[in-house]
C-alpha cells in the first residue's frame, strides 16, 4: 500500500501525528494539506521548512508531543502579526512580496493546521485506537490530498482496527496507536494492476512531489528525439 501515492501520504500523516507534530515532521506533510484557497499553491518541502521557520520565529517554537497541539496559536499569532499594518518606508520589493506569500500560505493553512489539534489531543490522552482512528480518518477525509480512490487505502488501513472489534480493552493507546496503525500501513497490500501489483500513478508533477517509485518511464526517451538529431543544414 505504501508502493502507492495515497499510502505514502498516509504514511507521513500517521508518522507526523506519532512523532507529535514536530517540525519536521510537519514540514513533511504540509504540501499534501488541502489549502482552503485553491488558488494558493503549496510549494514543496523547501517552501513548507520556510513557512514553518517563520512561524517559528514568529509565532514560538513548538517542537514536542505535549506541544503538538499549540501550532494553531503559533500559526494564528504569527498571521495576526502579519496583518499588522507594514512600514512603508525601508520595505523592499522583495521582502514586501514575501511577506504577502506567508500571509496567503498561513490563510490558506489555517484551517487544517487547527483540524489538527483534536487528532493530538487524543494521542496524548492515550485515547484508545477505535476513537483515535475515527479522529484521523476524519482529519485525512477533509484535509488531505488523496486521488479519487484514496477512500480505498483508508478503507485498508481502518480495517486494522477490526483485529480489536472483539476485544477492545487490548486494543492499543495514544502514541502506540499510532505506532501500531503505522505498522498496519506498511504491511497492507491492495490489489490492483496484474497480480496485485502496484499500480500506475497518473497526475500532475506537483501532485509527484515526496513520491518514491520503484521504476520510472519516460515516454518519447528514444535516441535521435531527446536530445533532438542535428540538421546537416
Known amino acids: 500500500l505504501t508502493e502507492l501515492s495515497d499510502g505514502t501520504r498516509l504514511l507521513s500523516v500517521v508518522r507526523a501525528f506519532r512523532d507529535g507534530l514536530t517540525r519536521e515532521a510537519l514540514a513533511g506533510i504540509l504540501p499534501v494539506l488541502r489549502r482552503t484557497d485553491p488558488e494558493v499553491w503549496g510549494g514543496g518541502l523547501s517552501d513548507a521548512w520556510q513557512l514553518l521557520n517563520e512561524v517559528a520565529a514568529i509565532g514560538g517554537e513548538r517542537s514536542h508531543l505535549a506541544s503538538g ?26 521582502a514586501n512580496a ?3 506569500w506567508l500571509q496567503r500560505e498561513l490563510s490558506a493553512l489555517l484551517e487544517p493546521i487547527t483540524a489538527m489539534r483534536a487528532v493530538m489531543q487524543l494521542a496524548i490522552a492515550h485515547a484508545p485506537l477505535a476513537e483515535l482512528w475515527q479522529a484521523l480518518e476524519q482529519f485525512v477525509t477533509l484535509h488531505v490530498k488523496l486521488s479519487p480512490t484514496g477512500a480505498v487505502a483508508l478503507s485498508v488501513l481502518g480495517s486494522g482496527c477490526d ?17 501500531y496503525l503505522e505498522e498496519h500501513l506498511c504491511s497492507a497490500t491492495l490489489a490492483g494492476g496484474r497480480f496485485g501489483g502496484p ?18 518511464r519516460i515516454l518519447g526517451l528514444v535516441e ?10
Open 224 to 233: 535521435g528525439a531527446l536530445p533532438s538529431a542535428m540538421r546537416e543544414d
Open 69 to 94: 497541539c499549540d501550532w494553531p496559536e503559533a500559526w494564528q499569532r504569527c498571521l495576526s502579526r502579519l496583518e499588522e499594518p507594514a512600514p512603508t518606508n525601508g520595505l523592499e520589493e522583495r
Open 199 to 216: 499500480q500506475i500513478y497518473l497526475g500532475t508533477l506537483a501532485g509527484v512531489r515526496g513520491l518514491q517509485f520503484r521504476a520510472v
Open 163 to 179: 483485529v480489536f472489534a472483539a476485544h477492545p480493552s487490548l486494543a492499543p493507546r495514544g502514541a502506540a496507536a499510532l505506532e
Open 98 to 100: 514575501r511577506r504577502e
